[in-house]
Nanobody, 116 residues
Framework: QVQLVESGGGLVQTGGSLRLSCAAS????????MGWYRQAPGKQRELVAD???????NYADSVKGRFTISRDNAKNTVYLQMNSLKPEDTAVYYC??????????WGQGTQVTVSS
């Protein structure tokens, strides 16, 4: 099992920045990918950014150039730096770790609210 705990969400004005953190514990061997998803009210959960074990990052078009995913292997932590935030970025953000092909782990989510 893998336990994921997100932190860093909050309320920010349009154009502001936040950094989300996801601390992992448990059986974190052989993790193939880690990433961030978000879910706004009334919408489906969507990929924001992810990173494979070899460091290749992938971003949703809506956040390219504004968000950056990174990781600290020594701390078993993955980050999402969010800059130039917009009201449409408002959502619950979830951390996700994957051990292919069968295991997907989710955090409890952290709320990000961007005021206009």
């Amino acid at each position: 099992q893998v336990q994921l705990v997100e932190s860093g969400g909050g309320l920010v004005q349009t154009g502001g920045s936040l950094r989300l953190s996801c601390a992992a514990s448990g059986s974190i061997f052989s993790i193939n990918a880690m990433g961030w998803y978000r879910q706004a009210p009334g919408k489906q959960r969507e990929l924001v950014a992810d990173m494979t074990s070899n460091g290749r990052a992938n971003y949703a078009d809506s956040v390219k150039g504004r968000f950056t995913i990174s990781r600290d292997n020594a701390k078993n932590t993955v980050y999402l730096q969010m800059n130039s935030l917009k009201p449409e970025d408002t959502a619950v953000y979830y951390c996700n770790f994957q051990r292919w092909p069968d295991y997907v782990y989710w955090g409890q989510g952290t709320q990000v609210t961007v005021s206009s």
